[in-house]
């Protein structure tokens, strides 16, 4: 078991950065990372993300920041432009991992800056933070294959705990995705227990949306048409 007495927070961020400094460091270069300091950070992540909201309540100024998808030096050219925490404060929308050849680089840097500046650096979850997609789109294999399973098992633990939306200066609503048309207000949002898997509209209800889209019929996040979202 994993505890803090196995992660230096400040010199895996050194090395995590070191491949965006160092003269000669090829493109896609693998950190030097071991499976301890990682389960370690998502142990310390995972308390951090259940001790903040799931919805959560942030003043501007910060830099609202879309999908990285393992596109590792990417986010480093992002940081080079808009700087480094502390630097500058920002707000992540999901879809870290998946499809990019080094979303362990990239989530485990996030994951880092998330516990060294807490109330600065904020992350919600994307679609791709859910173990039944990122078991197929790659993120599974990149863990299987640099550790092991169990370590993938620990990142989805932590990925259960992630905040869903942010609600900058009360006036800029931010999530990943579309809201489920069941939701009908910002407390619906509050009261979402966490841990807990990413939340799917029921069966009868996907389908009668998929039939309305196919039938020319408006069928807005699965609500019938002429009435409320999420009403019956």
């Known amino acids: 078991m994993s505890n803090d007495a196995d992660l230096n927070i400040d010199s895996l961020i050194t090395r995590l950065l070191e491949v965006s400094t160092v003269r000669g460091c090829r493109p896609g270069k693998p950190v030097t990372m071991t499976e301890a300091e990682i389960r370690a950070l998502c142990h310390k992540s995972r308390e951090i993300f259940l001790s903040q909201p799931i919805l959560l309540e942030l003043e501007a100024p910060l830099k609202i920041c879309g999908d990285?998808?393992?596109q590792y030096n990417d986010l480093l050219r992002l940081f080079e432009y808009g700087g480094f925490p502390p630097e500058a404060n920002y707000l992540f929308l999901g879809d870290y991992v998946d499809r990019g050849k080094q979303s362990l680089e990239t989530i485990c840097l996030l994951?880092?800056?998330k516990v060294k500046y807490p109330e600065n650096f904020f992350l919600l979850r994307g679609n791709h933070e859910c173990a039944s997609i990122n078991?197929?789109?790659g993120f599974y294999d990149e863990c299987k294959r640099r550790f092991s399973i169990k370590l993938w098992k620990t990142f989805t633990d932590c990925f259960n705990c992630l905040p869903i939306a942010a609600l900058i200066d009360e006036k800029i609503f931010c999530c990943h995705g579309g809201l489920s048309p069941d939701l009908q207000n910002m407390e619906q949002i509050?009261?979402?227990m966490r841990p807990t898997d990413i939340l799917k509209p029921s069966e009868k209800k996907a389908k009668y949306q998929y039939q309305g889209m196919n039938s020319g019929r408006p069928a807005v996040g699965g609500g019938r048409p002429g009435t409320t979202a999420g009403k019956k």
């Open 135 to 137: 078991r197929i789109y």
């Open 68 to 70: 990285i998808h393992g």
């Open 190 to 192: 509050r009261r979402v």
């Open 111 to 113: 994951l880092a800056y």
